[in-house]
């Protein structure tokens, strides 16, 4: 039999996938199992977009619609960018796609060739380095730290450009840390992608949660010369609970975004019609939605934050954005219990997922030992029980 294609050796599933898979595993068998480890809002999608959604297929609105997504939508999400983001992407520069997820992958189909350098700030969204690597392209993963609050400064992209980097991944609000980057970092980032001739991905999928605060830019607001060599994205995933309706959006420059079209138009064509209304109905929504999120995630933050301060050992920094709590657990490195010896985070989630039941993901999938991720995006009594359960499998360590 011929071989696969050699590019298939250059992805592997995501880790945070394979905990997923495992959870849901002891889930079917009936065990009473908790998850702090996949990356989606606990509310349910609000109804009015389930409404809007039904009344579409009931109207029959079965049929292709156009390749970057119905008009109507497009113009719906061309409204929201200049309202949240003060960015001008008209209709024909928005590409409609099945999630952020592939949003991303067409934005780095369409820009990343063999041999390119993408300089990724890390720890970072597993998507991206691995989607590079299948490309061909080398993921310059900058490590922040702890103590730079997990931002990348302007001094260490200086360092990570060479002759052949093309494009800079940015997330603010970030997975897995929720650092969120200010305007002036910003700007001092968009001045070096503007003299470096660098493109910038910017991944602004958690956009509306953010805390104390915190706000979130849009950094191709930044300027006519980094909004020319910017694409932005984002998604109702989390802001509407729409993980599963598949609905992610690119705003890009008219060369960018007519070559995104094409590749889609040959990967998947269009995302579904329903799905496309249900995201119409929630952008011109109100904001109720998002506010009630907010509210409820602000909580669940700050239960996290207390719990996780009560366990002996944890590094852990308030996330200004996103719903997760990326925290250090080198304390319990060369820990024991009835011989699960722990000495990677790795080790540690599997140990807590086998003894207590509880699934988080280990900060190696993301690019940076010693940490792991927790998130928050629960119901408060299901938090704090697996708070409890962290707080349980960490202190029988010895
Ligand atoms: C940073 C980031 N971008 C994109 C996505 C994917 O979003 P979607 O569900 O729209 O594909 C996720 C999901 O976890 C994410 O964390």
Redesign the pocket.
């Known amino acids: 039999m011929q071989p696969l294609a050699a590019r298939t050796g250059r992805i592997s599933t995501s880790q945070t996938v394979a905990i997923d898979a495992r959870y849901k595993e002891l889930k079917a068998e009936g065990k009473d199992v908790l998850s702090l480890g996949a990356?989606e809002p606990d509310l349910d999608t609000p109804d009015f977009a389930k409404e809007a959604a039904v009344q579409s297929i009931r109207n029959g609105m079965t049929k292709y619609t156009a390749v970057t997504g119905m008009l109507g939508l497009k113009e719906s999400v061309s409204r929201k960018f200049a309202r949240d983001n003060g960015l001008a992407y008209p209709p024909s520069d928005i590409i409609v796609s099945s999630?952020?997820?592939?949003a991303?992958f067409n934005a780095l189909l369409a820009l990343v060739e063999d041999g390119d350098e993408v300089i990724i700030p890390t720890p970072c969204?597993v998507t991206y380095p691995e989607v590079v690597r299948f490309l061909g392209g080398k993921p310059v993963l900058v490590q922040t730290s702890y103590a730079s609050g997990f931002k990348m400064t302007a001094d260490q992209l200086g360092a990570a450009v060479t002759s052949k980097s093309k494009l800079l991944i940015l997330?603010s609000p970030g997975?897995p840390t929720g650092a969120v980057y200010t305007e002036p970092e910003l700007r001092s980032l968009a001045d070096l992608a503007v003299k470096h001739d660098l493109y910038v991905l910017s991944?602004e999928?958690y956009e509306y949660i953010v805390y104390d605060g915190a706000r979130h830019v849009s950094i191709a607001s930044l300027g006519q010369e980094i909004f020319s060599r910017t694409i932005t994205i984002n998604?109702m995933?989390k802001a509407y609970a729409m993980?599963g309706w598949r609905i992610?959006y690119t705003g890009a420059p008219p060369h960018l975004a007519k070559a995104i079209a094409s590749i889609q138009s040959h990967g998947t064509h269009h995302p579904a019609n329903a799905s496309q209304i249900a995201a119409q109905a929630c952008l011109d929504s109100d904001g109720e939605f998002v506010r009630k999120m907010h509210k409820h995630l602000t909580e669940c933050r700050d239960l996290a934050l207390k719990r996780l301060a009560e366990i002996p050992g944890l590094r852990v920094l308030a996330p200004a954005g996103a719903f997760y709590a990326f925290f250090g657990i080198e304390a319990y490195f060369g820990k024991s219990y009835q011989g699960n010896h722990i000495r990677t985070s790795m080790e540690l989630c599997q140990y807590l997922l086998d003894s207590q039941l509880l699934a988080t993901v280990p900060g190696s999938a993301f690019g940076m030992e010693g940490f792991m991720r927790i998130s928050f995006a629960a119901s408060l009594e299901t938090l704090d029980a697996a708070l409890v359960r962290l707080q349980d499998g960490l202190s029988a360590l010895k």
């Not at 999630?99 to 592939?102: D, L, Q, S, V």
């Open positions: 990356g999630g952020a997820k592939h991303v969204w997330n997975n991944d999928i998604g995933s993980t992610g």
